[in-house]
């Protein structure tokens, strides 16, 4: 019996059979056999997560616009149909063909939060191929990945051949060009890699000895060869308004987590708050011009019929004249009842104007990220908002019927003091008066979330150590005690021993790849999912390793030490991350670089704000 | 009043058989829209259009014809079906459309079961039949008995191709009915005899219009 009809009749038995079907609007049909280079595109987790991913869906008909290649997905199976394959003996299927994976030339994962890396491990599995990359011959497939948590390859350097760092548009194809010249000769895997190495962009971790120094540090990362490059630059695409954008982009035919239109205006981030990975990785700021956005905007409704669309980028209005842009928008999309969303807004009386006029489909709740209780702590982490903004906003959206506000916190920033936890209570306590004071009858819901600080690779804050869960315990009660003393407002707060995995993962080295492998044996997966999350699982692994994860977590690391992720260079130098380390000391701010080149180093790529001015 | 309410009929298998309720009438919106159609939409705060399905549809279930009628803002040219038809995902197809000028309710459908079990299935699923059989239901705390028979006007098992196939026609009252995936999930418990359904589909069903 074919793949196809093993796995319909398992589907009867599932839940939501409709993440297993592709299918989709737009998906990509081609004969495998006329292709020469069949490509996997994993997501490590469930279906309708990995749809919501615009890199994939980019990366997707991007390659698929190949002639010679043929792109197709797959996704992490949910726990009962990962069962049902095993009883049946069956290996993880694309959901173009339904090819099983070991068949594909080239599986290329996303990576995009490091809680994910158990999926990745157990898909691999589901695949029967060994999970060690030097384990898989030539005639298997070559196994990548891309995404931001490539800007720490580490943890994952035994299973994956190339990492790919960066954005994808361009090197994958070189990296397709090269694997032709592989598969199509009798050019060893060793030799393959050895030339993709030389691909600008790529990652090639088993060309790489790390030595250790005796308190575990690392001493030295060397490339095996003169011809491997001593640093790993990572690839941007120049200019947004040539580079490759799917206007026929697939679409699920079941409800995803965002299930909308999703169209990228810009990329990058002027602001350089200093806990935050993407605002440096995604450097340079380039923006899309509003011609193209509108031409886009108006061919993925026709292609799509989805109706929403979602104008994305890391800081909305960062883009010039960004009230022009929607009302234009607004234009076509209105009269086919399509609704524009507007995320990552700041908000003031202007984007909550611009809301009331664009937002068709009003969202019930307005939310707010200060991210810090206190100014002094704002302007160590250099978060450019300040209290009287958010007290006046939120003020005006009361006065125009919001009734709920999310407020987003964290707790454990370096520097923090019990003085700006319980700013925050004075926040939320505020924002409750305000409403008071304005009378209305209807009860306000005032949400208050924390999650705790996680120092992240390439960050000025790559050195900090974090909280112990003794004090991440005891902030989080503090906090509470305070805010049970305000009516209205509710508290959550995320899981202490999540952000811990998270911060060790993250900042992880290659000693952690075996902790992960045995944290997959344990039956670890899913570990971004809270039913499935056990933190007592991992002990155990790092126990059986020998590997203290404080180490990872805990400790405050010196600006001399190399760093597991000094290999890879994201154009903003290390001189500027140590510079707005010490700047964060003194409570000093750092302005955007829309004001003036704050000189990061990554105008190197010549592209962007850095070469518009 | 003259009203642009179509019905349109169409068919469902493998693979958008496996698309929820919900989905499908998400993915009929989006459908028209791609069409450039526009529908009518209801008022209010989460405006959406007016799409019926005549039938809900469970996860699973193929169908050789189903209706769901739904409100435009303009008239429908006739190369509807055709222009549909192009872009539905692989297991939908539509059939026909008319002006939906009268109500109309499901009298009773034909469906058919396949099940993969052992050799002596239909000897014992015969018996269970003759029992005057219930089969349970619990939603929300809330227990209801259905009673097989008050719902069911025939049925017929035999074996076909090493599969078996039981056929079922059942009566709809006021909307209301009895799903075979129940009655055969209902025998396997009371009988402890495993039955793995491998496709369950409608071939027919029967309207009659209401005043």
Redesign the interface.
């Known amino acids: 019996m074919v793949v196809k009809d093993k796995v319909?009749?398992l589907?009867?038995?599932v839940e939501?059979?409709?993440r297993?079907?592709?299918?989709?609007?737009n998906i990509v049909k081609k004969d495998p056999e006329k292709v020469d280079v069949r490509f996997a595109i994993c997501f490590p987790d469930v279906y309708e997560i990995g749809m919501s991913n615009l890199g994939l869906k980019i990366l997707y008909h991007l390659l698929n616009e190949r002639e010679d290649v043929y792109c197709e997905r797959a996704f992490m199976p949910w726990v009962d149909m990962q069962k049902k394959m095993q009883e049946e003996g069956m290996k993880l299927f694309s959901l173009e063909t339904f090819t099983e994976l070991d068949e594909f030339d080239i599986i290329g994962f996303s990576l995009s939060y490091e809680m994910s890396y158990t999926n990745v491990l157990k898909m691999l599995y589901l695949c029967g191929l060994p999970l060690e990359s030097k384990k898989r011959e030539k005639g298997m497939p070559i196994v990548i990945a891309g995404g931001p948590c490539t800007y720490n390859p580490e943890p994952l350097w035994e299973f994956i051949d190339v990492f790919v760092i960066g954005e994808g548009e361009e090197v994958i194809l070189e990296i397709i060009d090269l694997y032709k010249k592989y598969k199509f000769s009798n050019m060893t895997k060793e030799e393959f890699l050895h030339e993709c190495a030389g691909i600008e962009g790529c990652y090639v971790p088993s060309l790489y000895n790390v030595e250790y120094n005796p308190d575990g540090a690392i001493k030295s990362i060397t490339p095996v060869s003169e011809n491997v490059p001593k640093k790993v630059r990572k690839r941007i695409v120049k200019d947004l308004n040539t580079s490759y954008f799917p206007t026929k982009m697939i679409?699920p035919?079941?409800?995803i987590v965002h299930d909308r239109i999703t169209l990228e205006i810009f990329r990058g981030c002027a602001r350089g708050c200093r806990f935050c990975q993407a605002g440096i990785i995604y450097r340079p700021v380039r923006f899309r011009s509003r011609e193209k956005i509108l031409q886009y905007a108006k061919e993925l409704?026709?292609?799509?019929?989805?109706?929403e669309i979602s104008l994305v980028s890391l800081s909305t209005s960062d883009y010039p004249s960004v009230d022009e842009l929607a009302r234009e928008i607004l234009k076509f999309a209105e009269d086919?009842?399509?609704n524009i969303s507007l995320p990552s807004l700041r908000l003031d009386s202007t984007s909550l104007d611009l809301l009331k006029e664009v937002e068709k489909?009003?969202k019930p709740t307005l939310t707010f990220a200060p991210e810090a209780g206190t100014q002094r702590l704002r302007d160590v982490i250099n978060k450019n908002i300040k209290e009287e903004d958010i007290y006046s906003t939120v003020k005006l959206a009361f006065e125009r019927g919001f009734q709920n506000i999310k407020l987003y916190f964290m707790l454990g920033l370096p520097l923090e003091k019990d003085e700006d936890i319980t700013g925050i209570y004075t926040i939320a306590k505020n924002i409750r008066e305000i409403y008071k004071d304005i009378g209305l009858k209807k009860r306000v819901r005032i949400t208050v979330s924390t999650s705790f600080f996680v120092p992240k690779p390439h960050t000025p804050f790559q050195w900090e150590a974090q909280d112990s869960i003794e004090n991440m315990q005891r902030k989080m009660k503090l906090l509470k005690e305070n805010l049970k003393r305000v009516k209205d407002v509710e508290y959550s707060w995320h899981d202490f021993y999540l952000s811990k995995l998270e911060a060790v993962l993250s900042r992880g080295d290659r000693k952690l790849s075996r902790v992960i492998k045995r944290a997959v044996d344990l039956g670890c997966q899913f570990d971004d999912w809270g039913e499935f999350f056990d933190f007592s699982r991992w002990e155990k692994a790092f126990w059986l390793e020998n590997i203290d994860w404080r180490f990872y977590s805990d400790r405050k690391r010196d600006f001399e030490e190399i760093l597991p992720w000094d290999i890879i260079d994201t154009g903003v130098t290390k001189e500027f991350l140590k510079k707005e380390c010490l700047l964060a000391y003194e409570q000093k701010t750092t302005s955007s670089c829309f004001d003036r080149c704050t000189g990061c180093g990554v105008a190197s790529f010549r592209g962007g704000i850095c070469v518009d001015k | 009043m003259l009203t642009n309410r179509y019905r349109f009929y169409f068919s469902r298998d493998?693979?958008?058989a496996?698309?929820?309720h919900?989905?499908m009438t998400?993915?009929f919106?989006?459908?028209?829209?791609?069409l450039?159609i526009?529908?009518k939409?209801t008022q209010g705060?989460?405006?959406h259009?007016r799409i019926v399905f005549i039938l809900p549809m469970p996860?699973?279930l193929c169908s050789k014809e189903e209706i769901f009628e739904v409100e435009c803002e303009q008239e429908l040219s006739s190369d509807i079906i055709d222009s549909l038809n192009k872009?539905l995902?692989?297991?939908l197809k539509m059939l026909k459309v008319e002006l939906a000028t009268d109500k109309i309710q499901v009298s009773d459908m034909y469906y058919q079961c396949f099940v993969e079990a052992e050799e002596e299935f239909c000897k014992y699923f015969d018996e269970f039949m003759k029992k005057s059989p219930t089969v349970k239901k619990e939603k929300e705390g809330k227990v209801t008995v259905k009673h097989v028979w008050n719902f069911l006007l025939s049925h017929e098992c035999k074996k076909v191709d090493g599969n078996i196939k039981i056929n079922f026609h059942i009566n709809v009252m006021n909307g209301s009915y009895i799903k075979p995936e129940d009655i055969l999930r209902e025998f396997s418990r009371e009988y402890n005899i495993e039955c793995?359904?491998?496709r369950v589909e409608r071939v027919k069903v029967g309207y009659k219009r209401v005043i």
């Open positions: 319909f009749k589907l009867y038995d939501k059979p409709g297993y079907i592709g299918n989709e609007i679409t035919l079941i409800e409704v026709e292609n799509c019929g989805c109706n086919k009842k399509v489909v009003r | 493998l693979p958008a496996f698309i929820s919900l989905d998400r993915l919106e989006r459908l028209f829209r791609r450039d526009k529908l939409f705060f989460n405006p259009p996860v699973g872009i995902p692989e297991g793995r359904i491998v």
